[in-house]
Structure formats: structure tokens, C-alpha cells
């Protein structure tokens, strides 16, 4: 009975790592809820906005007042009473904060997919004036030469043509990326399956097309495998940090509370994912859906802002990215400990759910916005190598969890009858044995008899 809950309470910590954690427990003003403070704060805010100020005339900049007024509202309720999730630092009314964000952009997501495209492009200009306006898409294509003899100032250009604000974003956004995903391989299938998606979609959206050499040497190699490689070191570093928590007054040196202060941004414990595709079935399908749905989140990235007429550039497109930079983590943390352990947790995460949500309703607004261009005929060629790669991928799948699993049951099944079969064939082997040595032992003595009678 020991020994079994001991392995137990270690295949916990395994899992967990909450054996590594000390923390003292202390609970200072910092970590209280303050429902109060806040409800008293709202309560004064909205008491002022009735009774001294002066309400405008403008139509148009009420209902943008109304609107921010009552997502501030639904914030604060949010922040303060909302269900903590798997993180807690920096603070977890910072997780419970972003979570009521997701729940808002689902909303508005809804709302804009419930419009007419004129509609729906309309209000986006309601949020930003220099909204609605058709963009052009820039060309990433063209001419592919690393060196142009041609021009004889700055044969490189293509290069430095290249070298825009997207190289340190696709760096930065695969480092965040691995620090979620907190896998290799995965990280890696993702990185190099985005780039078939661009290649195999640029005559939808002339913004895939890019040079051979910006898809593999720039992206695949420097951005994405730079942001991988350094994602993967901060993830070792995670891995073997003690993580030893002391309340900020009472640690006694200036340095070590500075010290205190930073950590208090890293995690308060760690977690290493082992996903384990090829163990069965299940998680080899979980593992499936999760690169599908991050390469779908991708792809609404640039298939949203074509369709919604938004430039690159635009807060509302980085507002996202950094919307997806704070759920993403703790969607994938929730989707783990669904997998790792299906007993403790009975039901996916709150945020893993709005996170799939928002994905599928963002690709259902780009399909009714844009279904020319989301319908444009794949080129033959392209189409060959799809369903190659489906075929493939179905044949492994076959192989490994259904005719392997049958092969190997077959063959334990014929070795156990081949053992039993000899273990009977020895027990007959030995009966055998003892009877002819007690027949001869018979003979022998009738034999010795007729001969004294004689």
C-alpha cells in the first residue's frame, strides 16, 4: 500500500513538477482578489460619467463610448471573479484578464460574421476611419536573384528588399511559439508546413509569393529556425531553474528583491511536454488537430486583413498577434494536462475552448467575405502532392495503430500457443519416461522371478 502511493504521489510530480516548487506561502496585499476596491472604483466611475459630466451630442462617439464602456465593465467583472486557469504569474488576474479579452473578440467575431461584407467592412471603418478602403498586396516574388549583376550600385537589393519588419517578427513569434508548444519537432513540422501552405496558396494571395530563397533560407532556416533554437535553450533553462518562492519582504538584501521582482515573470513552475504522438490513437489524432488548427490560425493572419481590407502595419492586426501571444500559452497548457491526464481532467480548458472558437469563426468570416478567392481551383500539380502527402499520411496511420497492433497480437498470440503447445509436449515427454522405466522396471522383476523359478 506504500509503495503504491508513493509511485502515485512521484508519477504526480512527474507530471506536475509542483515537488520542485518551495514557496512560503505568504500572501500580501498584491495577491488578494480586491472585489471590493474594484466594484467601489467602477461604482464611483460610473456615478461621475452620470451625474458630472456632460454627455456629448455626437451620435457616433456615444456608441463607441457605450460600447468601450461595456467591455470595461465586463473586464472588471472578468478580472475579479472569472476561474483562474493553469498559470498564476505574473498574476492571475493577468490570465483571467486575457481570457475575458478572448471571450470580447469572440463576440465581436460573431457580430462581423453576422453582416453583410459591405456591412462588415463598413464598421470596420467605424473603428478606424482609414479602414474600408481596398489595400493592394505586395509581391514578394518577382525577381529571386541573390546577386543581380544588373544593377551595379547594390547588386544585394533583393535581399535588403526583403529584410522588412516581418524578419524580426517571424523570429520573435517562433520564439514565443516554442515556449508554448515546448517541442522540436513540432515546432519544426509547423515552420516547414506553413511554407508548402504559401507555396501551394500564392495564387490566392499574391503576399505568399515569395523567392525559393526567402521561403527556405530566410524564414525556414534564419527567422523560424533562429526563434526555435533560442526558444529551445530558454526551455532547458525553465526545465532546471529551481523555482523557490519567498515573499518580496522577506527577502533582506536590495538584490535579491530585485531578483524576486523579475522572477515573479517567469513561471511558478514548469511543466515539460511530452506529447508522445505515436504512443496510441488518440494522442496521435490530438497531435494532428493541434497542427492543423495552428497552421489554420496562421493562415487566417493574412486571409483576415485581405478580406477585412486592414494593412499590415495596422494596430488591429498587431492587437491580434499579441492577443494570440497571451492565450496561445495557456490554450496549450490546458489542451496537455487534457491529454496527459483524461481522469483528472474531465473537460477541455475555458481557454483552449474560446481559442478553437475563435479560429473557426475567424476562418468562417474569411469564407463568407472572400468565397472567390478562398475557391480558387489549387493547381493541378499542387493538388497531386496533397493528396500524395493525405495518402501517406492515412497509410502510416493505418499501419501503425491498426495493422501493426493486429500483427503484433498475432504473433504474441501464435508464440504463447507454440509455448503452450511445448510445455504440453514436455509434460506428455515426461509421463512417457515414467511409464517405460516402470515397465521395464516390471519386465525386470518378472523376469528375476521366472528365473529363480526356474
Known sequence: MTVTSATARDGSCRRTTE??????????????????????ILTCALVYV???????????????????????????????????GPFTRPHPAYWRFW?????VYELFLIFILFQTVHD?????????????????????????????????????????????????AHFLGWYIKTLMIRDWWMCMIISVMFEFLEYSLEHQLPNFSECWWDHWIMDVLVCNGLGIYCGMKTLGWLSMKPYQWQGLWNIPTYKGKIKRIAFQFTP??????????????????????????FLLAELNTFYLKFVLWMPPEHYLVLLRLVFFVNVGGVAMREIYDFMDDPKFHKKLGQQAWLVAAITVTEFLIVVKYDPHTITLPIPFFITQCWILGIVLLLTWTLWRFFIRDITLRYKETRRRKQEGSGEHDRVLGNGSTATGSGRSKLNGSSDSTRNRKS
Open 99 to 103: 481570457l475575458c479579452v478572448s471571450v
Open 50 to 84: 452620470t451625474l458630472l459630466e456632460e454627455t456629448p451630442q455626437d451620435t457616433a462617439y456615444n456608441t463607441k463610448r457605450g460600447i468601450v464602456a461595456s467591455i470595461l465593465v465586463f473586464l472588471c467583472f472578468g478580472v475579479t471573479q472569472a476561474k483562474d
Open 120 to 168: 462588415g467592412r463598413h464598421f470596420m471603418k467605424f473603428i478606424d476611419p482609414k479602414l474600408g478602403v481596398p489595400l493592394p498586396e505586395r509581391d514578394y516574388g518577382g525577381n529571386c536573384l541573390i546577386y543581380d549583376p544588373g544593377n551595379e550600385t547594390d547588386p544585394y537589393h533583393n535581399i535588403w528588399d526583403k529584410m522588412d519588419g516581418f524578419v524580426p
Open 268 to 293: 511558478y513552475s514548469w511543466v515539460n511536454f511530452e506529447w508522445k504522438p505515436a504512443s496510441n490513437l488518440r494522442r496521435w489524432l490530438a497531435v494532428c488537430g493541434i497542427i492543423f488548427m
Open 19 to 40: 515537488c520542485q516548487v518551495f514557496d512560503d506561502g505568504t500572501n500580501t496585499f498584491f495577491w488578494r482578489a480586491h472585489t471590493l476596491t474594484v466594484l467601489f
